[in-house]
């Protein structure tokens, strides 16, 4: 669509957020007032705008202007000089001094506040030293409109708001040397975003900045995009030549002299090339776990098998040989890793080694992950849970970085620290994790090592245990009460390579074949919607959630969420709705964040905290279209999104795999079709059955569970924790 042009002033400021620049003005264009909406930040009464956008009905205020691209222009009359100035815009010049100077000056006013700021002392009542204080402001001020003006063409005003907070009146000189820094420097800004301005401003293909920046762009995807630590040398700098189709010397070049920098680090025999924080964070882990294994805890404990032999009378259980060992061992050892899959008693565990601190009245707390997996933890274990990142305390930096308030500097109290699902633990939340436990203190890792790996960079689980330098227990045995259930069973089946039982009616494990995806997506549609629901008396928001192994095609979550989406929450009159790009965002919808953000703003209690993280779910309770916002509720905490920030949102009827890590949910229901290869594996399909606590229904092809099964393939991670965990004596 062809985006319409208007020129007009502004003759109203309704709304303006100053955080991402969100407006809503009144234009006038010499006809009726037009109210235009979106990103305009810093805009003045009295300014002249140009706007390109659309025409849009709103369902409360009527037909607006949707700003896609907006430029200020300097007023030129002294018309509309006075009403620029008189509107408060430059600090210093209320309606009387701005009448005043524009009297004195007329047309001449904005040159004369530009490059004669010194005249201004001949109006009545402005000393020299006030016309310094009103040259300081204006020249801020139309700084601001200069960085505004020079970005927002190639970024968009949500960004270029970024850039100019980040840097700002000088920022279009210190961009301009080098437009890659945004990459390092600005979120939303990656390397594809930074190389078109980079290109449109004349730097050369083979510029050093460029492959430097470029490189450090592969080594970033690689974290956080496939988990590596680390890639070779050989392998960086392939990729590097081969994506930039730049000469493979060249490349090298610039690595090593990245290296020499410090920008990048090479270590080892093998070449191995960090970004510095996952170095640090590797190197640290490594060491800390060494001295928490090292370090005895202050309590020390006598009669471990009489208080076992009591807790087994008290709770009317018997322990198995490998639930005493690891209860043992977690209250008598600086570190201890307990492992297992469904059903083998890991809570079990837990909770006798909660029994035994408070009992002793010895201070512990207990952690996961995730929101999810934290309150799961807490009704499991009968005492409460927090994230670990509630746990480490995050906030706000002065400098306006967020941070964790916990750390060497200010370490946990407690003497004991348990934390639950540690196969989602990434390197460097485990370093942030350790680095606010004090020496001496009980550490206790719970989680299942079978899991698929955690989605940022690293394998802490599996590497501590390969490293053998730990106490580690695997429990193994499937209890009585877990046999019961086919979940259970058939999750160690398909984690021993074995088929699972898809035959057993009446179970709460259940195969609905189905030959074709259109097919496979009405079925699902219809268990949703209307099937289980009925049957079993389900909430399908809150009690069916539909695990996907891909993104895309019919049966990935793309298409899935459409479809679910106009079953399960349908257009409403009384429903309102926000467009962001490809998505409609409707109030009732189930919804799941795309991304750690550390800086959004929520409230539990009347208290108020910061961060909502990738893979939290909430719904969508209100959609305010007077303030260009969205109220979401995740379980508990209320926050408040802005309009432009929708990009960190999407839906959640239907989730990957991946996303579901660390969470459970009553019933489960999880597409088995063709997709690509990678994601075709057992760890995949035996996490997603684990996340159910009361039924799984597979709904597919056989032949693909097969493969799945048979597919013991696991992602390949550069990492190298186990190697330095097993060289630290």
Same mark, same amino acid.
């Given at each position: 669509?062809?985006?319409?042009?208007?020129?007009?002033?502004?003759?109203?400021?309704?709304?303006?957020?100053?955080?991402?620049?969100?407006?809503?003005?009144?234009?006038?264009?010499?006809?009726?007032?037009?109210?235009? +909406? /979106?990103?305009? &930040? =810093?805009?003045?009464?009295? !300014? @002249?705008?140009?706007?390109?956008? %659309?025409?849009?009905? #709103?369902?409360?205020?009527?037909?607006?202007?949707?700003?896609?691209?907006?430029?200020?222009?300097?007023?030129?009359?002294?018309?509309?000089?006075?009403?620029?100035?008189?509107?408060?815009?430059?600090?210093?010049?209320?309606?009387?001094?701005?009448?005043?100077?524009?009297?004195?000056?007329?047309?001449?006013?904005?040159?004369?506040?530009?490059?004669?700021?010194?005249?201004?002392?001949?109006?009545?009542?402005?000393?020299?030293?006030?016309?310094?204080?009103?040259?300081?402001?204006?020249?801020?001020?139309?700084?601001?409109?200069?960085?505004?003006?020079?970005?927002?063409?190639?970024?968009?005003?949500?960004?270029?708001?970024?850039?100019?907070?980040?840097?700002?009146?000088?920022?279009?000189?210190? +961009? /301009?040397?080098? &437009? =890659?820094?945004?990459?390092? !420097? @600005?979120?939303?800004?990656?390397? %594809?975003?930074?190389? #078109?301005?980079?290109?449109?401003?004349?730097?050369?293909?083979?510029?050093?900045?460029?492959?430097?920046?470029?490189?450090?762009?592969?080594?970033?995807?690689?974290?956080?995009?496939?988990?590596?630590?680390?890639?070779?040398?050989?392998?960086?700098?392939?990729?590097?030549?081969?994506?930039?189709?730049?000469?493979?010397?060249?490349?090298?070049?610039?690595?090593?002299?990245?290296?020499?920098?410090?920008?990048?680090?090479?270590?080892?025999?093998?070449?191995?090339?960090?970004?510095?924080?996952?170095?640090?964070?590797?190197?640290?882990?490594?060491?800390?776990?060494?001295?928490?294994?090292?370090?005895?805890?202050?309590?020390?404990?006598?009669?471990?098998?009489?208080?076992?032999?009591?807790?087994?009378?008290?709770?009317?259980?018997?322990?198995?040989?490998?639930?005493?060992?690891?209860?043992?061992?977690?209250?008598?050892?600086?570190?201890?890793?307990?492992?297992?899959?469904?059903?083998?008693?890991?809570?079990?565990?837990?909770?006798?080694?909660?029994?035994?601190?408070?009992?002793?009245?010895?201070?512990?707390?207990?952690?996961?992950?995730?929101?999810?997996?934290?309150?799961?933890?807490?009704?499991?274990?009968?005492?409460?849970?927090?994230?670990?990142?509630?746990?480490?305390?995050?906030?706000?930096?002065?400098?306006?970085?967020?941070?964790?308030?916990?750390?060497?500097?200010?370490?946990?109290?407690?003497?004991?620290?348990?934390?639950?699902?540690?196969?989602?633990?990434?390197?460097?939340?485990?370093?942030?994790?350790?680095?606010?436990?004090?020496?001496?203190?009980?550490?206790?890792?719970?989680?299942?090592?079978?899991?698929?790996?955690?989605?940022?960079?690293?394998?802490?689980?599996?590497?501590?245990?390969?490293?053998?330098?730990?106490?580690?227990?695997?429990?193994?045995?499937?209890?009585?009460?877990?046999?019961?259930?086919?979940?259970?069973?058939?999750?160690?089946?398909?984690?021993?390579?074995?088929?699972?039982?898809?035959?057993?009616?009446?179970?709460?494990?259940?195969?609905?074949?189905?030959?074709?995806?259109?097919?496979?997506?009405?079925?699902?549609?219809?268990?949703?919607?209307?099937?289980?629901?009925?049957?079993?008396?389900?909430?399908?928001?809150?009690?069916?959630?539909?695990?996907?192994?891909?993104?895309?095609?019919?049966?990935?979550?793309?298409?899935?969420?459409?479809?679910?989406?106009?079953?399960?929450?349908?257009?409403?009159?009384?429903?309102?709705?926000?467009?962001?790009?490809?998505?409609?965002?409707?109030?009732?919808?189930?919804?799941?964040?795309?991304?750690?953000?550390?800086?959004?703003?929520?409230?539990?209690?009347?208290?108020?905290?910061?961060?909502?993280?990738?893979?939290?779910?909430?719904?969508?309770?209100?959609?305010?279209?007077?303030?260009?916002?969205?109220?979401?509720?995740?379980?508990?905490?209320?926050?408040?999104?802005?309009?432009?920030?929708?990009?960190?949102?999407?839906?959640?009827?239907?989730?990957?795999?991946?996303?579901?890590?660390?969470?459970?949910?009553?019933?489960?229901?999880?597409?088995?079709?063709?997709?690509?290869?990678?994601?075709?594996?057992?760890?995949?399909?035996?996490?997603?059955?684990?996340?159910?606590?009361?039924?799984?229904?597979?709904?597919?092809?056989?032949?693909?569970?097969?493969?799945?099964?048979?597919?013991?393939?696991?992602?390949?991670?550069?990492?190298?924790?186990?190697?330095?965990?097993?060289?630290?004596?």
């Amino acid at each position: 669509m062809e985006l319409e042009t208007i020129k007009g002033s502004v003759e109203d400021v309704v709304f303006a957020n100053r955080d991402n620049g969100y407006t809503v003005c009144v234009i006038d264009c010499g006809g009726d007032p037009i109210t235009a +909406v /979106g990103i305009m &930040p =810093y805009l003045a009464e009295g !300014e @002249i705008i140009s706007l390109q956008g %659309e025409w849009m009905v #709103h369902p409360t205020f009527g037909r607006q202007f949707k700003v896609t691209y907006f430029e200020k222009q300097e007023p030129t009359g002294a018309e509309d000089i006075l009403r620029y100035l008189s509107s408060g815009a430059i600090k210093g010049i209320g309606p009387v001094t701005a009448a005043r100077i524009v009297d004195r000056f007329g047309d001449d006013t904005m040159d004369v506040l530009e490059n004669h700021h010194q005249f201004l002392t001949s109006v009545r009542g402005i000393s020299a030293e006030r016309a310094e204080s009103i040259y300081r402001e204006f020249a801020k001020q139309f700084g601001v409109r200069r960085v505004m003006m020079y970005f927002t063409k190639y970024f968009g005003a949500a960004l270029s708001v970024k850039i100019f907070k980040r840097y700002g009146t000088a920022a279009v000189e210190l +961009v /301009g040397n080098d &437009p =890659y820094r945004l990459c390092r !420097e @600005i979120d939303g800004i990656g390397f %594809e975003k930074a190389d #078109h301005m980079a290109s449109e401003i004349g730097i050369a293909h083979d510029d050093p900045a460029r492959i430097a920046a470029y490189c450090a762009h592969v080594l970033y995807t690689a974290a956080y995009g496939a988990g590596h630590c680390y890639l070779s040398l050989d392998q960086l700098v392939g990729l590097a030549a081969k994506d930039l189709q730049i000469d493979y010397d060249a490349v090298l070049n610039v690595v090593h002299s990245m290296i020499d920098g410090k920008e990048l680090l090479l270590v080892g025999e093998d070449e191995c090339v960090y970004l510095p924080d996952l170095y640090r964070a590797e190197t640290y882990v490594a060491e800390k776990l060494c001295l928490l294994s090292r370090s005895l805890p202050a309590l020390q404990i006598e009669g471990i098998a009489e208080t076992i032999e009591a807790l087994q009378e008290q709770y009317g259980i018997e322990y198995d040989s490998e639930q005493k060992k690891a209860i043992e061992l977690a209250v008598t050892t600086g570190l201890t890793i307990v492992t297992g899959g469904p059903g083998t008693g890991k809570t079990t565990v837990i909770k006798a080694i909660i029994s035994i601190f408070k009992a002793l009245k010895y201070s512990f707390c207990l952690a996961a992950p995730t929101g999810r997996a934290a309150k799961r933890m807490s009704e499991a274990a009968g005492h409460e849970a927090k994230t670990i990142h509630r746990l480490l305390e995050w906030e706000y930096a002065e400098d306006g970085e967020s941070q964790f308030r916990k750390g060497e500097d200010d370490p946990l109290s407690f003497g004991a620290v348990i934390i639950d699902e540690t196969s989602m633990v990434d390197i460097q939340l485990m370093e942030a994790l350790l680095r606010a436990i004090k020496p001496g203190t009980f550490v206790i890792f719970i989680g299942d090592v079978d899991q698929l790996p955690p989605v940022g960079a690293g394998n802490c689980l599996s590497d501590i245990i390969c490293s053998g330098r730990f106490a580690v227990c695997r429990l193994q045995k499937i209890f009585r009460q877990a046999e019961q259930s086919l979940i259970v069973v058939n999750a160690h089946s398909i984690n021993d390579g074995v088929m699972p039982r898809l035959d057993v009616k009446n179970s709460d494990f259940f195969y609905l074949p189905v030959d074709d995806s259109v097919s496979g997506q009405k079925l699902i549609s219809s268990l949703c919607s209307e099937r289980l629901p009925k049957t079993y008396d389900l909430d399908p928001m809150l009690d069916i959630q539909v695990i996907s192994p891909t993104r895309k095609g019919s049966l990935g979550t793309y298409e899935l969420n459409k479809v679910l989406q106009e079953v399960l929450n349908p257009p409403s009159k009384s429903k309102r709705e926000r467009k962001n790009g490809a998505a409609t965002f409707r109030e009732g919808d189930k919804v799941m964040q795309n991304r750690n953000d550390y800086d959004v703003t929520w409230t539990r209690d009347g208290k108020e905290g910061v961060g909502i993280f990738n893979g939290d779910i909430g719904t969508v309770i209100e959609i305010d279209y007077k303030n260009d916002a969205m109220v979401i509720m995740f379980d508990d905490r209320r926050a408040i999104y802005d309009f432009a920030m929708l990009d960190e949102i999407e839906h959640a009827f239907a989730i990957t795999v991946h996303k579901s890590q660390g969470s459970e949910y009553r019933f489960v229901i999880i597409p088995a079709f063709d997709c690509p290869r990678r994601l075709m594996t057992r760890s995949l399909l035996y996490t997603a059955v684990t996340r159910a606590k009361e039924m799984v229904i597979i709904v597919g092809q056989k032949s693909v569970i097969e493969y799945m099964t048979s597919n013991d393939q696991r992602p390949n991670r550069n990492t190298n924790l186990q190697k330095m965990l097993c060289s630290i004596r």
